[in-house]
């Protein structure tokens, strides 16, 4: 079994301890050939690091790590830059303290002297250790900052550390706009940007690389990539699951690709789920297993957002899709740059929005189920038993447990009640997706559910204002079931009534 570059950040390391490498160096000499400086947006463990990395063993000169990639047909030069690479990454950061512990101990390794560390605010630091870098090495400096943003995403919930840590940022990356003149190259990368009201308004000389076609493949595997550098554990992978290679790929595809950076780009597989799965040759949720941010799951909560939407469709102006503000009201920008929605197409002027893939589908959803179904974190829901009732035709099973999972619900009518339950409903339904095919309904004229079982076709109507009989008749009426009755298998309509007063299933019945 070849090495499989799990948590290697290190581009030195990856080349010289023999790990596979994915070579995205074409892509690294397309971007170093500027001096224009960039910021680049990826969602956490999308191989930002490695970039950086890489770029960095690219402007230090160390042309024997790039033996036998594309850079070396490709560059002649191989002059070595100063590089000052600015890590975020090796600190937990809760107040102003941590966060200027953290650049001060960056600024320290890059060779300031104990006097000058006691002169001056960090931004000051900043600017005089650039400059000095230039006067002494006679070429122009490379900075490399990664992670940028850490210390915004982590204090997020606490407003004033927040916005003091925003302030010293500001001053701090603003350096970089003041040094140009000695300045050969700048990459600042992260996941969110806070941009016009935040750290960006004074960085308006980046070039925003995020959603650039040109660079949508420069972190990230490609299918292609994925076939021409692990064909091999590809071939492992379906034989310890009994699969065939193209069954595999196929499976591959479904659980961590659809990553798209910007409207009919190449979908790129999540890098950490694909190099996990081949090493340990087992399909599962390898992204989600290292944690869901928790200023995510607070700021849909604080904004009452609607996982119907999720259904329905999630759409937002082009313009927006990059101007995340804390108290902007709308986590649709966080959730498109945190990874847990990607770009699915574009009309009008503006994204439509989706799940990537199913690992980020079930992993988020079944996350999010405590907070929307009230249930107490630590309170198992096991979707694989709805299925199963339904697998084997048992009706009556699926409604009581439905009907239990409900009453554990400590929800008081109100008018968004209509709105609340179906978000349960879409819940339940879309997280047996993992076992048999579910669907929840959103458009007109189609009913609220289908569940496709190898035998059976279910499909669902529910009345919160009438009765199980008036859900049956509507299925009836509106034809619902019609697109699978010229199948092979059997069809079963199910009405329930929920009542209101008991805040529960009342009633279903189902017609064969």
């Given at each position: 079994?070849?090495?499989?570059?799990?948590?290697?950040?290190?581009?030195?390391?990856?080349?010289?301890?023999?790990?596979?490498?994915?070579?995205?160096t074409?892509?690294v000499?397309?971007?170093?050939?500027?001096?224009?400086?960039f910021?680049?947006?990826?969602?956490?463990?999308?191989?930002?690091?490695?970039?950086?990395?890489?770029?960095?063993?690219?402007?230090e000169?160390?042309?024997?790590?790039?033996?036998?990639?594309?850079?070396?047909?490709?560059?002649?030069?191989?002059t070595?830059?100063?590089?000052?690479?600015?890590?975020l990454?090796?600190?937990?950061y809760?107040d102003?303290?941590?966060?200027e512990a953290g650049?001060?101990?960056?600024?320290?390794?890059?060779?300031?002297d104990?006097?000058?560390?006691?002169?001056?605010?960090?931004?000051t630091?900043?600017?005089?250790l650039?400059r000095?870098?230039?006067?002494k090495s006679?070429?122009?400096?490379?900075?490399?900052?990664?992670?940028?943003?850490?210390?915004?995403?982590?204090?997020?919930?606490?407003g004033?550390?927040?916005?003091d840590m925003?302030q010293?940022?500001?001053?701090?990356?603003?350096?970089?706009?003041?040094?140009?003149r000695?300045?050969?190259?700048?990459l600042?990368?992260?996941?969110?940007?806070?941009s016009?009201?935040?750290?960006?308004?004074?960085?308006?000389?980046?070039?925003?690389?995020?959603?650039?076609?040109?660079?949508?493949?420069?972190?990230?595997?490609?299918?292609?990539?994925l076939?021409?550098y692990?064909?091999?554990?590809?071939?492992?992978?379906?034989?310890?699951?009994?699969?065939t290679?193209?069954?595999?790929?196929?499976?591959m595809?479904?659980?961590y690709d659809?990553?798209?950076?910007?409207?009919?780009s190449e979908?790129?597989?999540?890098?950490?789920?694909?190099?996990?799965?081949?090493s340990?040759?087992?399909?599962?949720?390898?992204?989600?297993e290292?944690?869901?941010?928790?200023?995510?799951?607070?700021?849909?909560?604080?904004?009452?957002?609607?996982?119907?939407?999720?259904?329905?469709?999630?759409?937002?102006?082009?313009?927006?899709?990059?101007?995340?503000?804390?108290?902007?009201?709308?986590?649709?920008?966080?959730?498109?740059?945190?990874?847990?929605?990607?770009?699915?197409?574009?009309?009008?002027g503006?994204?439509?929005?989706d799940?990537?893939?199913?690992?980020?589908?079930?992993?988020?959803?079944?996350?999010?189920?405590?907070y929307?179904?009230?249930r107490p974190?630590?309170?198992?829901?096991?979707?694989?038993?709805?299925?199963?009732d339904?697998?084997?035709?048992?009706?009556?099973?699926f409604?009581?447990r439905?009907?239990?999972?409900?009453?554990?619900?400590p929800?008081d009518?109100?008018?968004?009640?209509?709105?609340?339950?179906?978000?349960?409903?879409?819940?339940?339904?879309?997280?047996?997706?993992?076992?048999v095919?579910?669907?929840?309904?959103?458009?007109?004229?189609?009913s609220?559910?289908?569940?496709?079982?190898?035998?059976?076709?279910?499909?669902?109507?529910?009345?919160?204002h009438?009765?199980a009989?008036?859900?049956?008749?509507?299925?009836?009426?509106?034809?619902?079931a019609?697109?699978?009755?010229?199948?092979?298998?059997?069809?079963?309509?199910?009405?329930?009534?929920?009542?209101?007063?008991?805040?529960?299933?009342?009633r279903?019945l189902?017609?064969?």
């Amino acid at each position: 079994m070849r090495k499989m570059p799990i948590g290697i950040q290190d581009f030195e390391k990856l080349r010289t301890d023999d790990y596979v490498y994915v070579d995205k160096t074409e892509l690294v000499y397309q971007l170093a050939r500027f001096s224009t400086p960039f910021f680049l947006g990826r969602p956490r463990r999308f191989g930002k690091s490695l970039l950086l990395s890489t770029l960095r063993a690219y402007f230090e000169g160390k042309k024997e790590l790039f033996r036998g990639l594309a850079i070396e047909r490709l560059e002649k030069d191989w002059t070595p830059y100063p590089v000052l690479h600015i890590d975020l990454n090796v600190t937990n950061y809760t107040d102003m303290a941590s966060l200027e512990a953290g650049l001060s101990e960056n600024l320290s390794a890059w060779g300031e002297d104990k006097e000058e560390s006691a002169a001056g605010t960090l931004a000051t630091r900043f600017y005089r250790l650039i400059r000095k870098t230039y006067e002494k090495s006679g070429q122009k400096v490379v900075v490399l900052v990664d992670e940028y943003d850490r210390p915004l995403l982590q204090t997020m919930e606490n407003g004033n550390a927040h916005d003091d840590m925003r302030q010293a940022l500001k001053g701090f990356y603003g350096v970089l706009k003041s040094a140009d003149r000695w300045l050969r190259f700048v990459l600042l990368t992260g996941v969110t940007k806070f941009s016009k009201v935040s750290v960006f308004s004074d960085l308006n000389m980046l070039r925003d690389i995020s959603l650039e076609d040109a660079y949508a493949g420069i972190c990230g595997i490609s299918a292609e990539e994925l076939e021409r550098y692990f064909g091999q554990e590809l071939e492992a992978l379906a034989e310890k699951q009994n699969m065939t290679c193209e069954e595999a790929a196929a499976e591959m595809k479904k659980r961590y690709d659809g990553y798209h950076f910007c409207e009919d780009s190449e979908g790129m597989f999540n890098p950490f789920s694909v190099l996990n799965t081949l090493s340990k040759r087992k399909f599962a949720h390898y992204w989600f297993e290292t944690g869901t941010p928790t200023y995510l799951i607070e700021q849909m909560k604080r904004d009452r957002f609607d996982l119907l939407r999720f259904a329905e469709g999630v759409e937002i102006p082009v313009r927006s899709i990059d101007d995340y503000r804390v108290d902007g009201g709308n986590p649709v920008p966080l959730l498109y740059q945190s990874g847990y929605l990607t770009i699915a197409g574009c009309a009008n002027g503006r994204y439509r929005l989706d799940f990537p893939n199913e690992e980020v589908r079930y992993g988020f959803l079944e996350e999010l189920l405590p907070y929307y179904a009230y249930r107490p974190v630590g309170q198992d829901f096991f979707a694989d038993d709805f299925a199963d009732d339904l697998r084997t035709g048992d009706v009556d099973g699926f409604m009581g447990r439905l009907k239990t999972f409900f009453a554990h619900i400590p929800y008081d009518l109100n008018d968004q009640t209509e709105r609340h339950y179906q978000v349960v409903f879409y819940l339940v339904f879309t997280l047996m997706g993992q076992y048999v095919q579910a669907e929840v309904r959103s458009a007109k004229g189609r009913s609220d559910a289908v569940v496709v079982t190898r035998d059976t076709v279910y499909v669902f109507e529910f009345k919160l204002h009438g009765t199980a009989e008036e859900a049956l008749a509507q299925i009836e009426a509106k034809g619902y079931a019609i697109p699978y009755e010229a199948g092979q298998r059997e069809v079963v309509k199910v009405g329930v009534a929920f009542d209101q007063a008991e805040r529960n299933i009342s009633r279903w019945l189902q017609r064969r």
